[in-house]
């Protein structure tokens, strides 16, 4: 599936089975919600946190699929076209950052 295609089964979604879209700022609050059960499995999963027994049911795929799913509704919602929105953000980042990284010591060795 490619991004326009998400974009266009999300809203497809939203619009039968989901009514309508939430408002943005609903949106924005519920995409902070699941960026933080993203973060709360890499913590407890590549950190040093250590899982709970109510942690074990997380599929940090799933989650991460929740995240794109809110940031599609609300690109739909605010007229953006993600693969437009990420083919020139990639460019912007390939032009200033071409050597930025390859000079980092901190990322030598």
């Known amino acids: ?3 326009h295609e998400a974009q266009q089964r999300v809203d497809h979604w ?3 089975t989901g009514i ?3 408002n ?3 949106n924005m609050a519920i995409l ?3 960026v933080g059960e993203v973060a709360r499995i890499i913590a407890r999963k590549y950190g040093e946190q ?5 942690d074990e049911k997380y599929d940090l795929a799933d989650e991460m699929a929740d995240v794109f799913f809110v ?3 609300l690109a739909n919602q605010t007229g953006i076209d993600l693969t437009d929105a990420l083919e020139k953000n990639l460019l912007k980042k390939e032009k200033r950052d071409k050597d930025r990284h390859k000079n980092n010591e901190k990322l030598k060795g």
């Open 32 to 34: 902070t919600e699941e």
């Open 20 to 22: 309508r879209y939430f």
């Open 1 to 3: 599936m490619t991004i």
């Open 24 to 26: 943005e700022l609903t």
């Open 50 to 54: 250590s899982f709970k027994q109510s």
């Open 71 to 73: 940031l599609i509704c």
């Open 14 to 16: 939203i619009n039968t």
